[in-house]
Nanobody
Framework: QVQLVESGGGLVQAGGSLRLSCVASFSINVMGWYRQAPGKQRELVAT???????NYADSVKGRFTISRNNAKNTVYLQMNSLKPEDTGVYYCKAETYARAYWGQGTQVTVSS
């Protein structure tokens, strides 16, 4: 059983920055970030693929950066130039060959 603990969300003005962290209970190769805005479906934000590359949603390319510290089993999401449309609950996801695991989510609110 994988446990994921997210942190780093909060309230920020448009144009500001936040960094999210997700700590896994053990090392997992495929980890990423998703978000869900009110009334919308959960969507991919950024992820490490099984091959080790990164994948970003078009809406965040050039503004968000996913990174990881393998020694700490931690994945980060650096979010710059935040926009009100980035508001939502951000979830960390980890995938093994057997199944996917989700964190509890952290709220990000961007005011205009």
């Amino acid at each position: 059983q994988v446990q994921l603990v997210e942190s780093g969300g909060g309230l920020v003005q448009a144009g500001g920055s936040l960094r999210l962290s997700c700590v896994a209970s053990f090392s997992i190769n495929v980890m990423g970030w998703y978000r869900q805005a009110p009334g919308k479906q959960r969507e991919l934000v950024a992820t490490f693929t099984r091959g080790g590359s990164t994948n970003y949603a078009d809406s965040v390319k050039g503004r968000f950066t996913i990174s990881r510290n393998n020694a700490k089993n931690t994945v980060y999401l650096q979010m710059n130039s935040l926009k009100p449309e980035d508001t939502g609950v951000y979830y960390c996801k980890a995938e093994t060959y057997a199944r996917a695991y989700w964190g509890q989510g952290t709220q990000v609110t961007v005011s205009s």
